[in-house]
């Protein structure tokens, strides 16, 4: 069974940092396109970042360029979000989700992010 | 950017009835890069239809995608009790991937 475990969500200050992390199992991590997509408070999905198989390609949403910064660790089945100058705007649930192309077949359960002083 | 509209924002329905939900592209999604998901309160996104019109895993057969190029719809036959949620169209042709801003899909 497909399992997607999202972590390191909360509360920041804007101008701060937060790394989400997303934990796969149960399919092979490493053939599969993994994504991030968020979701504000009350409002539709909105997609942000995702990275090839084997991390040669990383693509991300305009309003996160230069400050977001996805990877991943294919030994340890383990997908990341470094998240740098944090604003308001950020504020939203992040998913982790993959698939073998760009449409999203599993998803995690989501982390709550909070950018708030 | 491809920006997607769904249509319409809100479709009231009974159970039983169907449900006809559109999505049209700003251009062209080329090889029918389109998928749907469905989303539940509280819950994250499930993929129902993608390539346009292949139902993924574990999906009934009540649901339907069709479409190319532009214009696509997602059919749902008879509606049940468990199909009252936001479903959500997303382009998979080029970056940025795009999300269409939901049909709400709720009980009459």
């Known amino acids: 069974e497909v399992h997607l475990v999202e972590s390191g969500g909360g509360l920041v200050q804007p101008g701060g940092s937060l790394r989400l992390s997303c934990a796969a199992s149960?399919?092979?991590?490493?053939?599969?396109?993994m994504n991030w997509v968020r979701q504000a408070p009350g409002k539709g999905l909105e997609w942000v970042a995702n990275i090839k198989q084997d991390g040669s390609e990383k693509n991300y949403v305009d309003s996160v360029k230069d400050r977001f910064t996805i990877s991943r660790h294919s030994a340890e089945n383990s997908l990341y979000l470094q998240m740098n100058s944090l604003r308001a705007e950020d504020t939203a649930v992040y998913y982790c989700g993959g698939g073998p192309g760009w449409s999203i077949d599993w998803w995690g359960q989501g982390t709550p992010v909070t950018v708030s002083s | 950017e491809i920006v997607l509209t769904q249509s319409p924002g809100t479709l009231s329905l009974s159970p039983g009835e169907r449900a006809t939900l559109s999505c049209r592209a700003s251009?062209?999604?080329?090889?029918?890069?389109l998928a749907w998901y469905q989303q539940k309160p509280g819950q994250a996104p499930r993929l129902l239809i993608d390539?346009?019109?292949r139902r993924a895993t574990g999906i009934p057969d009540r649901f339907s995608g069709s479409g190319s190029g532009t214009d696509f719809t997602l059919t749902i036959s008879g509606l049940e009790p468990e199909d009252f949620a936001v479903y959500y169209c997303q382009q998979c042709a080029s970056s940025p991937l795009t999300f269409g801003g939901g049909t709400k899909v709720e009980i009459k």
């Open positions: 251009q062209s999604v080329g090889r029918n890069y």
């Open positions: 149960g399919f092979s991590f490493s053939s599969f396109w």
């Open positions: 390539d346009a019109s």
